[in-house]
């Protein structure tokens, strides 16, 4: 009986464990997600990559597999944006972004 009784902390917190960082890494692969649909328009696809760098490292840190996802498709998708930036400036093709006239 003794045994029983504390044996149940520990399964509660391996159960709290397992749930650690869930909610930052479902955030991290939605803004992942989110940087690489909205890879034409510069500015937010960076936002939203880095947004989802910065939920992706919380997440790892508390053990989520989630979170690096996250944190991988967010870098690559950041990579992405500025490398076709910089080659797409220098080729002068404006057709796959989407550049505000203020950004110039």
């Known amino acids: ?5 504390n044996q149940m902390p520990e399964n509660k ?3 709290t464990n397992i ?7 479902i955030t991290a692969l939605i803004f992942s997600i989110i940087s690489v649909v ?6 937010i696809s960076v936002i939203f990559g880095i947004l989802g760098i910065v939920f ?3 997440s790892t ?23 076709l930036f910089i ?7 404006e057709t796959l ?3 505000p006239e203020w950004y110039k």
């Not at 009986?1 to 009784?5: G, V």
């Open 97 to 99: 972004f989407m550049v």
């Open 56 to 58: 992706g490292y919380m």
């Open 19 to 25: 749930y650690a960082g869930l909610g930052t890494g």
């Open 13 to 15: 917190a391996e159960e």
């Open 87 to 93: 080659v797409l400036n220098v080729l002068d093709i």
């Open 38 to 43: 909205m890879l034409r328009f510069i500015i």
């Open 1 to 5: 009986m003794d045994e029983e009784k």
């Open 61 to 83: 840190r508390k053990g989520n597999g989630m979170g690096k996802a996250g944190l991988y498709i967010s870098g690559i998708s950041i990579f992405l944006t500025i490398f």
